[in-house]
């Protein structure tokens, strides 16, 4: 396995709670474009010739390409890469762009998954989180997208959202599942530093978060999700039976994937690299030729941390036997030996060679997983 | 004899000393521009990275003026009060003094207590306005404040900038010129003053030394006459950029001696060198006995290190007599040592180099100064310790140490600095202009006071602009209390602390906001309360941790949230369970950092 990610640094308006790379001015939009078609062409010698079974178009705002912008990007990637004709392709889309045309085009470019950032089903919550879209839309879209052929669609959700009463979380939750998707993805709120939702929190216009009730969401939400049939498979996603997401999982999985654009992650598997963050600065570099970017190779330690961190994400957990072949019993041993109190606590569950958390021990996940965290040398 | 100059440099933190000594050793070619790292005489990698010198050294040079040969010690002292007990010994053995003002910033109050020192000690003093190049310097206003302050003459201040060396050969000049030469007889028994020593892991306690009488002789059986110890002078000789041995170092000049000595304690600063055959008749004036000013406690964050703690601080004391230590015992930390401390810097030092040097986690306990308690029945003991304090029924007075604290600052900032005194429970003694701006105020306050977060608190109230200087004067009885911390019912005996009543309450609750802050929430709710003997006087709550779990983690989170968590585990090791909470080492310092 192994995934394309194409970051579409654009959005129409910002999120008060984003912290993700994007520009509300569409100023260097074409240029941007250009340039991702430039490193599409320059980094295809990046997966060696293993096939590609994800395309993933994130942002930013996807769904603000155009028909021919998506179709040029599109071509290249199957002109430069060798794409498995099964591949998911996933695009990040908000419900006020997909309109049936859009969908249509949508479609005949290729793309066979939808993520839809529906967030909630409440207008005063779209209205505080400063989405585009109405509570119709995000329904009406969902709709739209079946009549247009898509049978894989994905929608995300928020909780922890200030204001957000678990009756109002149950109700988005309880729509969620009775909608014909396959995948939701349901996001705890992080109130990220440098976001308008902080400086919002600080100037006391918006309410600061009350974890507690945000513990009781997620809990209620992994339980409800579960006797309908769309039980969890990573702490922040779910889905239906063989839906889950292949390009998302490959983070997941330690498999490599080729990151596109401004800000965009890649990993050869060996080192992690990332574009520099910046429209500008991303387009001067190419335009020079060369990508403006900051490469990383992880210590043995530190590759056995990211192992420990994305294996435990998933329900099936971390592979203790592939653990133990890659970095040896010692580190096998230390891990379990770490683990020892949580399995004792019930937050973890050690299962033919694979350590998992439990309902429970994911409300502490992070804290848990840095305590099994191999210890510096 | 005629031919030496021994000399200090008397200036404030940041007026340039170190550069302007660097610029002395360059043109008298005693180190090659090449090899002048930034400032050749601090060579502890601490001292560097703070920009102060913590130990003084010594350096020679050579100076050929008017084809006549002279030999030049420069003696460098410390420049933080906590040291000036160094720095007293280090005047003492200088003929002259360099007094290097900031033509930008002025005379400093620190400035002004050495140079007091070095008046006492009829050094020859040459000032030198210094940063002459600066685009704000003021040269003619701090010309005026030189001359106010030493009665000289104008042009008996040399401009100098030790960035571009302008005015290096005038000092030199200076220094043959104006300093007087060493007296003393040269036939007399030996008579050598220590100002300081170092610590050499290969060869034992090095010490340094004026020859004030006689000459010492490579191989002389000789005795240092505070300690009554005696030694044979395995190698002595005098210090270039490293050490250069001698076969003899006469009177007037300034040397070293290694003698085999392996504990700093057995070398005092202030000691008389004399020979064990034909002994001096007086030893040199002004010994003292170096007190410890701030008590605290050093504990092991992991308990298990408690032996390694004790062998790290006597490796410290090895090469840092001022320190001592005492084991001790806390219900919430387990095994540690009381240390005493010759100021807050010094404390911090030590911390820092356990740290560093010694790869010792550790965590200090809340400083307190040395009371005096008398009780009822007539007993009376000192209070190192707040879990020493008597039970109030018992008690029929306590007694703290008082200061005279020396603050020179801006006009503007009087009422400020005033403000800030008399909340520190400060008495106006005196207060004077030096000039139309610049003022000098002089109070009698309590040196547990100082202890706390004044420095900072002076230093920002005043914008930088206001120096600090104190001595102390004595005890006086005050009204203190014993301020406990619980942390979930537990007393935490390590975050009591000795306080004034009258200060107790705002202190409370000051302390356990600051505590709530420091704190991370775990998973269940953790009480923080301020008490006087069984009364709660301030109460916090630090919430139960609910959940604690990254919501998105995709390719571009994944190698930063490893490093967030790496962190975290990290930090956890800089915990401390005390009961059923973990409280951060840094909590148990929260105390210094209140606003």
Redesign the interface.
């Known amino acids: 396995m192994a995934g394309i ?1 194409l970051h579409i640094p654009f959005c129409r308006k910002a999120c008060h709670y984003c912290d993700f790379h994007f520009s509300t001015s569409l100023e260097k939009r074409e240029q941007v474009l250009q340039m991702m078609q430039r490193e599409l062409e320059q980094r295809s010698g990046f997966f060696k010739g293993v096939a590609v079974s994800s395309v993933y178009f994130g942002g930013g705002t996807p769904s603000l390409l155009s028909g021919a912008e998506l179709g040029q990007l599109m071509e290249l990637v199957r002109k430069n890469y060798a794409i498995q004709n099964d591949a998911e392709v996933t695009l990040e889309a908000n419900p006020d762009d997909l309109n049936p045309e859009y969908l249509a085009m949508l479609s005949q470019s290729g793309v066979n998954r939808l993520s839809i950032g529906v967030q909630s089903f409440r207008s005063e919550d779209l209205a505080a989180m400063n989405r585009a879209h109405s509570a119709e839309q995000a329904l009406s879209c969902i709709s739209d997208a079946g009549d247009a052929g898509f049978s894989n669609i994905s929608i995300d959700l928020m909780f922890g959202w200030p204001g957000l009463s678990m009756e109002a979380w149950k109700d988005n939750v309880k729509q969620a599942l009775d909608l014909p998707i396959t995948h939701l993805s349901c ?4 109130v990220e530093e440098r976001t308008a939702l902080t400086r919002k929190i600080a100037a006391g216009e918006i309410e600061t978060p009350d ?2 009730l ?2 009781e969401q ?1 809990l209620w939400l992994l339980e409800s999700a579960e006797t309908s049939g769309i039980p969890w498979y990573e ?2 996603n779910f889905c239906r039976e063989g839906f889950a997401s292949r390009h ?1 999982t490959s ?2 999985t330690s498999e490599p ?1 080729l ?1 596109i654009g401004p ?5 050869n598997g060996v080192e ?1 690299s ?1 574009n520099v963050s910046s429209n500008s600065a991303y387009v001067q570099g190419w335009e020079r030729g060369f990508r403006a970017a900051e490469t ?1 190779t ?1 210590s043995e330690p ?1 590759r056995i ?2 192992y420990i ?2 294996g435990l ?1 998933m329900r099936r957990g971390l592979d203790l036997s592939t653990l133990k072949s890659a970095f040896g019993p010692i580190v096998h041993d230390g891990v379990l030996k770490r683990a020892g109190e949580y399995i004792d606590s019930g937050a973890l569950l050690h299962h033919q060679s694979r350590l998992a958390f439990t309902t429970r021990g ?6 848990i ?3 099994l ?1 191999s210890d ?1 040398v | 004899m005629e031919h030496i100059r021994n000399f200090c440099i008397i200036a404030h933190i940041d007026h340039g000393k170190s550069t302007l000594a660097d610029r002395l050793l360059e043109y008298t070619n005693t180190v090659s521009k090449r090899d002048l790292q930034a400032q050749v005489l601090d060579d502890m990698d601490l001292e560097r990275e703070r920009g102060i010198t913590i130990k003084s050294h010594a350096i020679q040079m050579d100076y050929e003026l008017d084809g006549k040969r002279y030999v030049l010690n420069l003696i460098d002292t410390p420049g933080h009060v906590d040291f000036s007990y160094e720095v007293s010994r280090s005047i003492a053995a200088c003929e002259g003094a360099l007094l290097i003002v900031d033509a930008a910033q002025g005379i400093q109050a620190q400035t002004i207590s050495n140079l007091y020192l070095a008046l006492e000690n009829d050094l020859e003093i040459i000032p030198i306005l210094n940063k002459i190049d600066l685009p704000s310097a003021e040269p003619e206003l701090v010309k005026d404040q030189i001359v106010d302050l030493l009665g000289c003459k104008r042009e008996d201040i040399i401009p100098a900038s030790g960035k571009t060396g302008m005015g290096v050969f005038d000092i030199l000049r200076a220094i043959i010129d104006r300093i007087p030469h060493p007296q003393g007889d040269a036939e007399a028994p030996l008579k050598a003053l220590i100002f300081d020593s170092v610590f050499n892991s290969f060869r034992g306690i090095i010490a340094y030394y004026k020859v004030l009488e006689g000459e010492i002789r490579k191989g002389d059986h000789v005795k240092f006459v505070a300690t009554g110890a005696d030694y044979h002078a395995d190698e002595i000789g005098i210090l270039r950029l490293d050490k250069s041995p001698r076969d003899v170092v006469k009177t007037g000049d300034v040397g070293y001696i290694i003698s085999g000595i392996k504990n700093a304690r057995e070398v005092k600063v202030g000691d008389t060198i004399t020979q064990v055959g034909r002994p001096c008749l007086n030893a040199v004036a002004g010994f003292e006995d170096v007190k410890p000013m701030v008590f605290a406690g050093i504990y092991p964050v992991d308990t298990d290190e408690y032996e390694e703690l004790r062998t790290s601080i006597e490796k410290l004391q090895l090469n840092d007599a001022s320190l001592v230590f005492e084991p001790e015992s806390s219900a919430a930390l387990g095994f540690g040592f009381r240390c005493g401390f010759l100021g807050m810097l010094h404390m911090e030092i030590i911390q820092e180099r356990l740290e560093r040097e010694f790869d010792m986690t550790v965590i200090t306990t809340v400083p307190n100064v040395s009371y005096f308690a008398y009780l009822t029945n007539g007993e009376s003991f000192v209070v190192n310790n707040p879990s020493d304090f008597p039970d109030p029924s018992k008690l029929d007075r306590i007694e703290e140490p008082y200061i005279k604290a020396t603050i020179i600052t801006k006009a503007e900032f009087v009422g400020s600095v005033m403000g800030l005194c008399i909340g520190k429970r400060g008495e106006i003694v005196n207060q004077s202009y030096l000039t139309t701006d610049r003022v000098e105020l002089i109070f009698n306050m309590p040196l547990a006071e100082i202890v706390f977060d004044f420095y900072d608190k002076l230093k920002s109230i005043s914008k930088g602009y206001a120096s600090f200087d104190y001595h102390q004067i004595g005890y006086r009885a005050s009204d203190l209390v014993r301020l406990d911390i619980r942390l979930n019912s537990e007393p935490v005996d390590a975050l009591s602390a000795l306080i004034h009543r009258d200060h107790a309450y705002t202190f409370g609750k000051k302390i356990c906001e600051k505590l709530k802050e420091l704190i991370t929430r775990q ?1 269940f709710e953790i009480v923080i309360q301020a008490a006087i003997g069984a009364k709660i006087i301030a109460r916090e709550t630090v919430k ?13 989170d ?2 930063r ?2 490093k967030l ?2 962190k ?3 930090g ?1 090791k800089r915990m401390r369970q005390v009961g059923s909470v973990e409280i951060p080492q840094q909590a148990f310092l929260a105390v210094l950092k209140l606003d």
């Not at chain 1, 996001?187 to 992080?190: A, D, I, K, R, V």
């Not at chain 1, 800000?263 to 990993?267: D, G, K, R, W």
Request: charged residues 30%.
């Open positions: 990610y996001y705890g709120l992080t974890d507690a945000a513990a997620y702490i922040s998302n983070y997941w994937y990151g800000s965009a992650h890649s990993f992690r990332w990383e992880a530190e941390n990211e961190l994305t994400r994911l409300l502490f996940a992070d804290r997983t840095a305590e965290f510096p | 998973q139960a941790l609910r959940k604690d779990v990254t919501a998105k983690c995709y390719g571009g994944i190698s949230k490893r968590l790496e975290q585990k990290e956890k």
